[in-house]
């Protein structure tokens, strides 16, 4: 069956990224649960989409404690996601402020689901592919999925060096998303999880397409399209 991914907990009804949503999103039919991963200042792990909060102070640059309370550690994050699994999102872009070269972030959530055991309920994605390539080299026993949106080079291709990179899936912006661009990943063996769509006649659209996740701010809408099949 088409896993339901909850982008950033139940983001339409609750704070996004928050203990709150991702509760909420097992109440709301979630199979899955995806959020972000960034570092601060102090070599912790938070979840938060942007490099910087509301009010345009970095996060790589405050100490854990300066944070508001909303933002949850990793660690927190995951224990409340209990039940379900989850797709932990590096965020290590070269144009935001806290990119890292030293992969820092990789090697925390590498261990961290080493420490858990937990490699049958988690999915690493990241945009930056050396990034996710650090990850499989750390641990190859993780699951890891190529996050992207336009991409220069054909699907074929694409999906043939992502799965001979050791990954296992593409999580592909839905606007790209196509019978093409099915077919090149399953035809390397990798799942296709699209993000984000809450259209529920593009959710039943991408299903007939054939993918494997929907990675949706509206779970409840995603679960009900799911079971009408």
Do not use: Y
Not at 116 to 125: A, D, I, P
Not at 138 to 153: E, W
Not at 157 to 163: D, G, S, Y
Not at 199 to 228: E, K
């Amino acid at each position: 069956m088409v896993r339901v991914i909850a982008h950033r907990g139940a983001s339409a009804a609750a704070p996004e990224n928050t203990i709150e949503a991702f509760v909420l999103a097992k109440h709301l039919g979630a199979d899955w649960v995806e959020l972000d991963a960034r570092r601060t200042a102090d070599g912790l792990v938070i979840v938060h989409h942007d490099d910087h909060l509301g009010d345009g102070r970095f996060i790589v640059e405050m100490d854990r404690v300066a944070l508001p309370a909303s933002v949850c550690d990793l660690t927190a994050a995951l224990d409340a996601c209990a039940g379900m699994s989850v797709n932990i999102e590096i965020k290590n872009w070269p144009d935001d402020r806290d990119f890292d070269h030293t992969f820092a972030v990789a090697e925390f959530v590498a261990a961290e689901i080493g420490r858990r055991g937990s490699h049958g309920e988690v999915l690493v994605s990241c945009f930056h592919q050396p990034t996710l390539d650090r990850v499989h080299q750390l641990d190859p026993a993780i699951p890891t999925a190529f996050l992207h949106h336009f991409d220069a080079r054909p699907w074929t291709e694409l999906a043939a060096e992502i799965a001979a990179a050791g990954h296992v899936a593409l999580h592909p912006w839905d606007r790209v998303v196509d019978q093409e661009l099915v077919d090149a990943a399953k035809a390397q063996g990798l799942e296709v999880n699209v993000w984000t769509v809450d259209d529920p006649d593009r959710m039943a659209a991408l299903i007939a397409l054939g993918v494997d996740g929907l990675c949706t701010n509206v779970p409840d809408v995603a679960r009900a399209v799911v079971r009408r099949g």
